[in-house]
């Protein structure tokens, strides 16, 4: 599901400004189309992450930063990590 | 629900400093975004994050201290976290592959496995751009070529084909955003809105027109010009017509889906002369047959 602007910062409870700011570090990436920018449920709950992150753990902009990098990472390896799993389960079936 | 004192393991006479300490603690700990692979945490994180709204909040605590709230009170609604979004697709434009980068320099079995997982992401397909494209009504029925113009000053030529309805989408192949390494550009998605005529309406392939006529061109019959989508045509208004006389002109509309057309259809409708007209008054007036008939003998009125 994709939303406007509008709807985002609702959603995510977000000021213009701070989302200007985060798409500007680039801890969001939404979609951008010739004539608007689109958000996705992926990116809501990213925001929520963010908000997490600064609000209750006190993280700082730099750790915010820091942080959303190794999640990626993180995620990157998980993925290539579970379509390896798949391929050794299509490779080698598990024995009985 | 447990005591919120005992979920943040604190003791109930704790600072404020000493409760949030604690929280920050456990969230580093149990935040299910950053342990995306334990299924538990999530459960884990919910309660301390619960506790925490209810302790964390220097009202709320004193109210649940005096009774008035239980721990039930500070219950969250569900919240999704970015981990269950964030490995459910191999296009996701945030996950990086430089966690694992150094494996797939290497030249072992694993790395194969790896440079495929990141090549499905680095050949991505380019994403498809929106536009919309305003056109007339006679173009949407017999068709035309527009041009439109991008807002990076390029443009994109589009065939309107005839008998376009409006809020129809046309897609052109590859005209989208680019895509990475060997992933095709996406596609250009148009959205035609048709601006409305206020001399025809449409109704699936068949157009109506309501023609002014004037008295004498009703009474006697001629040749009027009409206009339709393609052009104006010549059409025989017969002797003897009225208002609401509706006549078809054959193959006028918009196209069949399987070929050939739909039909425009002609409604009547007689005009007098503006203004009074001494001499077309004085005709009526001495024209006794058109005195004696009533219209509204049937019962219309």
Known sequence: MTMTKQEFLASAGLEVQTLEFWIEQQWLIPEQTATETNFSDKD???????????GGLGVNDEGVDVILHLIDQ??????????????IQVAAPTRE | MRNPYEVLGVVPAASSADIQKAYRKLAKKLHPDLNPGDKAAEEKF??????YDLLGDAEKRKRFDAGEIDAAGAERPPQHFYREYATSDGGNPYTDSSGYADFIDSDEALAEFLRRSERARANRRGRDLHYSLPIEFAESIAGANKRL?????????????????????LRLRGKGAPGTGSGGPGDALIEVEVRPDPRFTREGDDISLELPISLSEAVLGGRVRVPTPTGAVTMTVPKGSN????MRLKG????????????QFVKLKVVL?????PELEEFVSKWDKGKAFNPREDGTS
């Open chain 2, 46 to 51: 919910k309660e301390v994050a619960a506790a």
């Open chain 2, 149 to 169: 113009t991008l807002p990076d000053g390029g443009t994109l030529d589009v065939t309107i084909p005839p008998g376009l309805v409006d809020g129809q989408i």
């Open chain 2, 243 to 246: 208002t609401g006389t509706i």
């Open chain 1, 74 to 87: 993180l995620h990157g390896l998980r993925h290539a990590f579970a379509q390896l799993h798949k391929e």
């Open chain 2, 273 to 277: 002369p503006k203004g009074p007209d």
């Open chain 1, 44 to 54: 809501v709950a990213r925001a929520h992450l963010i908000q997490d992150l600064k």
């Open chain 2, 252 to 263: 006028k509309g918009g196209p069949h889906p399987g070929g050939g057309h739909g039909d």
